[in-house]
């Protein structure tokens, strides 16, 4: 993104992809969202942060699998891994979530942004957490 301004800071109504966790809506600019896919096959890593839950390869591209659930303090997850796929900066990750909910246009951007939030969008009466894909990729530094 080079510092010219995200979608969610230029216009209201951006379009988001909405992801559930834990019964939690959190959302995550277009942008940044390439796919939704399932994992029922992933090689775990020795050694590797605890929220690195493995390694994938989709199409011939070998992919971290990150568990976001544990980043943002919930439990860890095990199985088949439904995931979104997210870009920063050139680098893929797999972010694992309950359920890719759909892509939405959500209003205006507000404060309290948090270690792995940008900040909130509202979305009908209640606010949605907008997730900060480049802190998640960065998590794996």
């Known amino acids: ?20 966790l834990a019964g939690r809506t959190f959302a995550v600019e277009i942008g940044q969202a390439r796919e939704a896919r399932v994992f029922a096959d992933y090689t775990p890593v020795p050694l590797a942060p605890p929220h690195l839950i493995g390694m994938t390869n989709l199409r011939g591209a070998i992919l971290p699998i990150i568990d976001l659930g544990m ?55 209640d606010t949605v957490p907008v997730l900060d894909v480049v802190k998640i990729v960065e998590s794996l530094a």
């Open 1 to 20: 993104m080079g510092g010219s301004a995200s979608a969610l800071d230029q216009a209201q109504g951006a379009l988001t992809c909405l992801v559930e």
């Open 71 to 125: 980043l943002l303090g919930l439990p860890a997850r095990s199985g088949t891994i439904c995931a979104l796929i997210v870009e920063s900066h050139g680098v893929r990750v797999a972010v694992a979530v309950d359920r890719v909910l759909g892509v939405e246009a959500l209003e205006s951007v507000l404060a309290e942004p948090s270690r792995f939030e940008r900040g909130h969008v509202r979305r009908g009466s």
